[in-house]
T-cell receptor, first 114, second 113 residues
Framework: ETGVTQTPRHLVMGMTNKKSLKCEQH?????MYWYKQSAKKPLELMFV???????ENNSVPSRFSPECPNSSHLFLHLHTLQPEDSALYLC?????????????FGPGTRLLVL | GNSVTQMEGPVTLSEEAFLTINCTYT??????LFWYVQYPGEGLQLLLK?????DKGSNKGFEATYRKETTSFHLEKGSVQVSDSAVYFC????????????FGTGTRLKVLA
């Protein structure tokens, strides 16, 4: 596999379920990101990990819990979500040597909360 | 604060038409500017970028010039193809303690044969 992969690609869950989204990057990068993409809204940056440490947490509700066990893997654990959390969740990675590096995105997980 | 504003879509064009998608930004300091493209069912991928004033980014026939005086980074292509149908995102990056990326809302382009 090359680039950034995400699983599952589609997920339907009830409000009481617990599920996890997985992201894996095969680019040797040292920073990873979770974004939320909703219709007609700018991409919302949720979390940033640099060198496996969380460096950004943009006021995301605690029902979203990220985990970065190593520089290649990133998880987003979900529990007791709300219908308004339905969206496309995108993972990205970059090499943070300079502050303006290109981000590489995965295809996203389309989440529907019933 | 820092922000990106791009024209609302959808934009519908006939094949071989000229394309312009407007993007303006507000930023302190000297951001880098990007255009990303998202094809159906896929994630975003970098289309082109410019890192300083008057730089021109180009790729696959698309161009955009970093205009500091008008704080703009408009995307242009001389002759669009059906395969260019996608959503286009303007974005900027800057540093403020940590690395920051700000994206516009996206402009959907539909090219008709």
């Amino acid at each position: 596999e090359t680039g950034v992969t995400q699983t599952p690609r589609h997920l339907v869950m009830g409000m009481t379920n617990k599920k996890s989204l997985k992201c894996e990057q095969h680019l040797g990068h040292n920073a990873m990101y979770w974004y939320k993409q909703s219709a007609k809204k700018p991409l919302e940056l949720m979390f940033v990990y640099s060198l496996e440490e969380r460096v950004e947490n943009n006021s995301v509700p605690s029902r979203f819990s990220p985990e970065c066990p190593n520089s290649s893997h990133l998880f987003l654990h979900l529990h007791t979500l709300q219908p308004e959390d339905s969206a496309l969740y995108l993972c990205a990675s970059s090499q943070e040597g300079a502050a303006k590096e290109t981000q590489y995105f995965g295809p996203g997980t389309r989440l529907l909360v019933l | 604060g820092n922000s990106v504003t791009q024209m609302e879509g959808p934009v519908t064009l006939s094949e071989e038409a000229f394309l312009t998608i407007n993007c303006t930004y507000t930023a302190t300091g000297y951001p880098s500017l990007f255009w990303y493209v998202q094809y159906p069912g896929e994630g975003l991928q970098l289309l082109l970028k410019a890192t300083k004033a008057d730089d021109k980014g180009s790729n696959k026939g698309f161009e955009a010039t970093y205009r500091k005086e008008t704080t703009s980074f408009h995307l242009e292509k001389g002759s669009v193809q059906v395969s260019d149908s996608a959503v286009y995102f303007c974005a900027l990056t800057y540093t403020s303690g940590t690395y920051k990326y700000i994206f516009g809302t996206g402009t959907r382009l539909k090219v008709l044969a």
